[in-house]
């Protein structure tokens, strides 16, 4: 009584077929990583340059949204926080990481 089935006999000699069958057995791997790559890592890179330089060109005087959901205009920028008027004569302190979204002038005029 014999316990290997044939189809296990048959690929056992096949997989020693040298080193090109040793590289096939790698390419789906790698191909993997090149599609995860494209799709998700360089996307993610991307918008995390775009947030770092509209963090760096924020100047007083901007209108901002904060990741709370406060929309203000800027009275004055520091190194890590910023000083957001978002009523008349209501001012607060946010950390610059923050701020999600730079609107476009005169988005807020009740300001």
């Known amino acids: 009584m014999s316990f290997i089935s044939n189809a296990f006999a048959q690929t056992a ?3 020693s077929a040298g080193p090109l069958g040793n590289l096939t057995s790698f390419l789906p791997l790698v191909l993997m990583f090149v599609v995860l790559y494209f799709i998700m ?10 947030h770092r330089n509209m ?11 904060t990741s709370g959901g406060m929309a ?3 009275t004055k920028v520091g190194e890590t926080f910023i000083t957001v008027e978002i009523a008349e ?6 950390q ?3 701020i999600t979204t730079l609107l476009p002038k005169g988005t807020l005029k009740a300001l």
Do not use: C, F, H, T
Request: charged residues 30%.
């Open 13 to 15: 000699g096949a997989s």
């Open 41 to 50: 890592i360089r996307p993610q890179m991307k918008r995390q340059k775009e």
């Open 96 to 98: 610059k990481g923050a």
């Open 55 to 65: 963090l760096a060109a924020i100047a007083k005087g901007d209108e901002i949204v």
């Open 89 to 94: 004569n209501v001012e607060i302190n946010v």
């Open 72 to 74: 203000g205009r800027v």
